[in-house]
């Protein structure tokens, strides 16, 4: 089993800037695919970006490309998202989701673990 444990969620004015981190346990981080989803009230969960094993591959959404950058410090065990430029429509709790083997797949079910999320609240 896996465990993934989201943290730095909070309240940002729009155009703010936010990190989000996500601890990993349980199994070589090295050797798990890694992803952030997020879901607003009302909403269905959507994807918002994946990295892979070694972080040379990335996938984003088209609604947080060059706006948010996701990395990952294997040595750590550490899944971060950088958020820049926050718009009110980034309201969401932020979820980061795990699985084995590759692809970067936006659909949610490709993902096999998650954590309990964190909130983002960007006000205007």
């Known amino acids: 089993q896996v465990q993934v444990v989201e943290s730095g969620g909070g309240l940002v004015q729009v155009g703010g800037s936010l990190r989000l981190s996500c601890a990993a346990s349980g199994r070589p981080f090295s050797t798990l695919t890694m992803a952030w989803f997020r879901q607003a009230p009302g909403k269905e969960r959507e994807f918002v970006t994946a990295?892979?094993?070694?972080?040379?591959?990335?996938n984003y959404a088209d609604s947080v490309k060059d706006r948010f950058t996701v990395s990952r410090d294997n040595a750590k065990s550490t899944l971060y998202l950088q958020m820049n430029n926050l718009k009110s429509e980034d309201t969401a709790v932020y979820y980061c989701?795990?699985?084995?083997?590759?692809?970067?797949?936006?659909?949610?079910?490709?993902?096999?673990?998650w954590g309990q999320g964190t909130q983002v609240t960007v006000s205007s």
């Open positions: 990295i892979s094993w070694g972080g040379a591959g990335t």
């Open positions: 989701a795990a699985k084995s083997g590759a692809g970067l797949s936006p659909i949610p079910t490709f993902w096999t673990f």
